[in-house]
C-alpha cells in the first residue's frame, strides 16, 4: 500500500487535501517498515513515572500497626484545615463561588494562565510599592502545588540541582527527582527557631544550580522568618545569581507576636518565582486555585522565563473557571475578623500543644510563629526499644491511637510534625495520651540517673 498527498484546487466541496491509499502489486509498502520487529505487548511505565516518589506516601503507607481498637483515633497528621469541619471557610467565600456560578459565565475555557481580570485582581491585591505587580506578572495554576511545578519546570533542566530545605515540604523532591533534577537540602536549624545554616547552604551552591526554594511561614516547622534573615537568604542568592521559587502558601499566616514579610519585597535585584494559593489562609484547599507571582525588575528571568510559564502553563489549560470567577469578591469581601479568628485559634492551639509537649521529659518541642505545624524532638536515648523516629510514631499509633508524622517525611529523623488545626478538646487529649505513651516508656539515660531522681 503506497500513500499519497494529492492538493486539490478551487472550491470544490474535497477536502483540500486528500490522503490517498494506493495497492500495488498486491504488496503493502508497510512490510518493509515492519520487517524486523516481532509485534508483541510489552507495555512500561514511563521513567518519570518511576522517578516520581512521594516520601509521606512511602512511610505511611509501610506503617502496618493498627490504631488501639479502644480508643478513638486522633489524627494529628494531615495537613487539611477542612478535616474535623471546626475551621470552615467565610460564608463570604462560600458566596462568592456561589454568584460566579450561579452567573453562567464561567462554563467555557478560561486562558491557560487564567482570566486577565482574575489575574488584575491577585495583583492589585499583593501589588506593593516595594514589589510592584501587573496581570502579565500573574499566573493562575490549579492549586500551589502546580505552581511549584511550573517553576521547577520552567527554571531547572535534567542534570542541574534546586536547594530545598531540611526539614521540608516533601512535594519539592518528589517533584524535581520525576524531572531528573537533583535535589541538594540545605539544614534549618531547630536551636535558631529554624532560621537557615547560611554557610552550609552557601556552599551547596554550584554551576549546575538553578533555583534556591525558600518556604516561609515552613511546612513542618510553623516557623516565620524575620526580616534581617531573609536579608541575609537574599543576600547570598544574589551573590551567587540564583533565583528563588519562594514558596509562600503560608502568607499572612503568622501569630500576632511575629510580622510576615514576602520575600520580593526585600529585594529589587534577586529574580523571584512566588507561589502562593487560597488553599490555607481561606481554608478551600479542595478548590485548587494557586498563582504564581513573577518578580523581575532586573529583567533577569527576562521575556524568555515568562513565556516559558506561559506555555508550560498550556500542558493543563489552567484552573477551574468558576474558581477564577469568584476570585475577586473572596479577596474583597473576605471579612478581616475571618483572618484573625483563624490565627487566634491557631496561635491557641499551638501555645496549649508546645506547653503541654515541653512538660513531657524526652521529648523538645520548638515553639512555632505561624502556619499550622509545630516540630517535636525526641531525645531517643530516653526511648532505647524504639529505633527511630517512624517506629515512636507507630507505636504511638499502636498504643493511643495518636496518628503524627515522622520527621523522616521531611528528611529531618528523630522529630514528628503536630498539625494544629483539630478542635481544642482533641488537641488536649492527644497531649494527654502523648505524655502517657511517653511516660511508660522513658528511661533514663545512662549517666543521668540524678536528672531522673529529680
Known amino acids: 500500500m503506497d500513500s499519497y498527498v494529492i492538493q486539490t484546487n478551487g472550491n470544490s466541496a474535497l477536502p483540500s487535501v486528500l490522503d490517498v491509499h494506493v495497492s500495488i502489486g498486491g504488496r503493502s509498502a508497510m512490510l518493509g517498515k515492519m520487517k524486523g520487529r516481532k509485534a508483541r505487548w510489552s507495555v512500561k511505565p514511563s521513567d518519570m513515572s518511576n522517578k516520581t516518589f512521594n516520601p509521606i506516601r512511602a512511610i505511611v503507607d509501610s506503617m502496618k500497626v493498627k490504631p488501639n481498637p479502644n480508643k478513638t483515633i486522633i489524627s494529628l497528621s494531615i495537613g487539611d484545615p477542612t478535616v474535623f469541619g471546626n475551621l470552615p471557610t467565610d460564608p463570604e467565600v462560600t458566596q462568592a463561588m456561589k454568584d460566579a456560578l ?82 541538594k537540602l540545605y539544614n534549618l ?20 544550580t538553578a533555583c534556591l526554594i525558600v518556604n516561609n511561614p515552613s511546612n513542618p516547622c510553623g516557623s516565620v522568618f524575620s526580616k534581617s534573615h531573609l536579608q541575609k537568604i537574599l543576600a547570598v542568592a544574589a551573590r551567587q545569581c540564583v533565583p528563588i521559587l519562594a514558596d509562600e502558601i503560608y502568607g499572612d499566616m503568622v501569630f500576632s507576636d511575629c510580622k510576615y514579610e514576602p520575600l520580593a519585597t526585600l529585594s529589587t535585584n534577586v529574580p523571584i518565582l512566588s507561589c502562593g494559593g487560597l488553599a490555607k489562609r481561606w481554608l478551600v484547599p479542595g478548590w485548587r486555585m494557586g498563582w504564581i507571582l513573577i518578580h523581575d525588575r532586573r529583567d533577569i528571568f527576562g521575556n524568555e522565563i515568562r513565556d516559558g510559564l506561559v506555555k508550560l502553563s498550556q500542558r493543563i489549560l489552567g484552573p477551574c473557571t468558576i ?132
Not at 464561567?106 to 516595594?130: D, T
Not at 536549624?189 to 549546575?208: G, T, Y
Not at 522529630?415 to 516508656?441: D, G, K, N, Y
Open 102 to 183: 450561579d452567573s453562567g459565565k464561567y462554563n467555557g475555557y478560561a486562558p491557560s494562565i487564567g482570566y486577565l481580570s482574575s489575574r488584575e485582581e491577585i495583583a492589585s491585591y499583593y501589588h506593593s510599592p516595594e514589589a510592584p505587580l501587573e496581570a502579565k506578572d500573574v499566573i493562575l495554576t490549579s492549586g500551589c502545588s502546580q505552581a511549584i511545578e511550573l517553576c521547577l519546570a520552567v527554571l531547572a533542566n535534567p542534570g542541574q540541582n534546586i536547594l530545598v530545605p531540611r526539614p521540608g515540604f516533601s512535594l519539592y523532591r518528589t517533584l524535581a527527582e520525576s524531572m531528573g533534577i537533583e535535589v
Open 189 to 208: 536549624l531547630p536551636e535558631k527557631s529554624w532560621e537557615v545554616d547560611l554557610k552550609q547552604l552557601e556552599s551547596l551552591i554550584d554551576e549546575k
Open 323 to 454: 474558581v477564577q470567577g469568584a476570585l475577586k469578591n473572596i479577596l474583597h469581601r473576605t471579612p478581616q475578623e475571618f483572618y484573625h479568628n483563624t490565627l487566634s485559634f491557631l496561635k491557641s492551639n499551638s501555645d496549649l500543644c508546645y506547653g503541654a509537649l515541653a512538660a513531657i521529659p524526652g521529648l523538645r518541642p520548638v515553639r512555632p510563629s505561624g502556619a499550622m505545624y509545630l516540630m517535636v524532638g525526641i531525645e531517643m536515648e530516653h526511648f532505647p526499644e524504639f529505633a527511630n523516629d517512624v517506629e515512636f510514631t507507630e507505636r504511638l499509633v499502636a498504643e493511643q491511637s495518636v496518628h503524627c508524622l515522622p520527621a523522616t517525611c521531611f528528611e529531618y529523623p528523630n522529630f514528628f510534625r503536630v498539625v494544629i488545626t483539630v478542635p481544642e478538646v482533641m488537641m488536649l487529649e492527644a497531649c494527654s495520651r502523648i505524655q502517657e505513651f511517653c511516660e511508660q516508656h522513658y528511661h533514663c539515660a545512662e549517666g543521668s540517673q540524678e536528672e531522673c531522681d529529680k
